[in-house]
């Protein structure tokens, strides 16, 4: 039985290497190269020893021959020699084609790197640690006038070279000795000149690693800016031609600004000239209307029906709104032109306000309104006593026209905060808010004033905020329709003192 076990094993031993040794010689070794005959030769020399045992055995165990038994153990012997000459054979095949692939891989992006450097439009060089340039591009060759030296096999600069930094005088980005020692900077500007030809370059320089003895070059690349810079200089110039220009004009306009201004001073004084006399010539005439109308009324000269009563006191109103008028005419145009002239003085304002409170006091009793006086005792302030005093007596007699019978006007002053503040509140019909915005204007009046309001100028308020201005100071307004409204001028507090 196990006669027949041994027999079936080497024939399937056999069949096993016979189909190896088909398969070895029919399968391509074309991945090995030059070595794939020499690989599949050892290989079936390998699995053919094998193959001549396999027969051998069974030969003699058919009892056919025993002859070639001591063949088989003598090719048995060179199996292992053939399977690892094989396996080296096949390791240094696989070797050489993994150094070949590598090779054609760095020619490759030798290549490619080749062709980047020569199509970039940036001139690019090489220069040694020796100082000498190793390596130059076509586009550099053409801006530096690089030419190379056969006999020695290196790159050289033209006899007349010439590099200037546009910044410095002390830097020069294209020395060679400079670059050999590895500088880096970044599109440092600098005029060349080489072979009778100038440009301007933007040169960037990066040092390369230091080799074994210490030594260290330069990668550097250059832009040609020439035109660039051109265009910046052209551009300089015209801005220089420009402000040689804008001051040639601004010159011609102060001349014509100082002539125009002369002009002014005198069309101002012809005005001033002017209102001065007509302000004489219509407040005496005026005056003498208002005067000789009130005598009418009075009936000094003789009594008067009703009809004529009527038509005197339409008379004379109109003559006292004209002469309002004219004199808020000429005080608006002596503020505007300047010539209202401040005289501060010491002025104690509980006085002052006090005195203008009476003096417009039968007024308001007149018209039924309650007027009240909230100041506090001996202030004391530097400023012009007539001008402020016409400032208040405007917004009083504004507030006591535009409040109805039974109402009350408020004069108050207090001092905080470095200002001094006299107000007017009134608890009269109010102001509209649009109206609010143009109250300060001249020529301006209320709505409401048609309402049988006394009518007047309209300058009041424009005169009030003018000498407000001329004594560093302001006037304000806060107002609500039915709510009445508050004047506020606000003075600074330089030379104001309160004393207890």
Do not use: W
């Not at 005195?355 to 909230?374: F, K, W």
């Amino acid at each position: 039985m196990s006669q027949v076990l041994i027999v079936g094993f080497d024939i399937i031993s056999l069949v096993a290497f016979t189909a190896a040794l088909v398969g070895v010689l029919l399968i391509p070794f074309d991945h090995y190269g030059s070595y794939s005959k020499i690989v599949r030769l050892f290989l079936a020399l390998a699995i053919a020893v094998y193959v001549f045992a396999g027969v051998s055995n069974i030969l003699e165990h058919a009892g056919i021959t025993a002859a070639l038994d001591p063949y088989e153990d003598y090719g048995e012997i060179f199996f292992v020699p053939f399977v690892a000459y094989a396996l080296f054979t096949m390791n240094t095949a696989l070797r050489e084609n993994e150094i070949r692939r590598s090779s054609e891989l760095v020619r490759a992006e030798h290549e490619l790197l080749n062709t980047i450097v020569e199509t970039n439009p940036s001139g690019i060089m090489l220069v040694a640690a020796s100082g000498e340039i190793a390596f130059a591009n076509d586009r550099a060759k053409a801006l530096l006038g690089i030419s190379s030296d056969e006999a020695a096999g290196t790159l050289r600069l033209p006899a007349d070279f010439i590099c200037t930094s546009t910044v410095s005088a002390s830097i020069r980005p294209l020395d060679l000795g400079l670059l050999a020692t590895g500088e880096s900077f970044d599109s440092a500007l600098c005029v060349i000149e080489a072979n009778g030809q100038r440009a301007a370059l933007a040169v960037s320089a990066s040092p390369l690693a230091l080799s074994e003895g210490g030594r260290q070059g330069s990668v550097v690349a250059f832009v040609d800016v020439t035109e660039r810079e051109q265009a910046r200089q052209d551009l300089l110039d015209a801005q220089a031609r420009y402000s040689l220009d804008l001051e040639h004009t601004v010159d011609e306009r102060t001349v014509d600004l100082f002539a125009l201004n002369r002009e002014l001073d005198r069309a101002n004084q012809a005005k001033q000239e002017f209102l001065a006399r007509a302000n004489h010539e219509l407040r005496t005439p005026l005056s003498a209307i208002a005067g000789f109308a009130g005598a009418l009324l009075s009936e000094e000269p003789g009594p008067v029906n009703a009809e004529q009563r009527a038509q005197i006191g339409m008379m004379k109103e109109s003559s006292e709104q004209l002469l309002a008028l004219v004199n808020g005419l000429l005080d608006i145009g002596r503020v505007e032109s300047g010539l209202a002239v401040v005289e501060p003085v010491e002025t104690d304002l509980t006085v002052l306000l006090t005195d203008i409170a009476d003096l417009v006091r039968p007024l308001a009793g007149g018209r039924g309104v309650s007027l009240t006086l909230a100041v506090a005792p001996e202030m004391v302030l530097q400023t012009d006593p007539d001008l402020l005093g016409q400032i208040v007596r405007n917004l009083l007699s504004n507030a006591i026209k535009f409040t109805d019978a039974g109402g009350t006007v408020t004069l108050s002053a207090s001092v905080d905060r470095g200002v001094v503040r006299i107000a007017v509140t009134d608890t009269g019909i109010g102001i509209e808010a649009d109206e609010q915005e143009h109250i300060f204007e001249p020529f301006i009046q209320l709505a409401s004033a048609q309402s049988g309001r006394p009518k007047g100028s309209g300058l009041g308020l424009a005169i009030c905020r003018d000498l407000a201005a001329a004594l560093g100071g302001s006037v304000d307004l806060v107002s609500g329709v039915g709510a009445g409204s508050t004047f506020t001028v606000e003075l600074p507090l330089e030379n104001v003192g309160e004393q207890a």
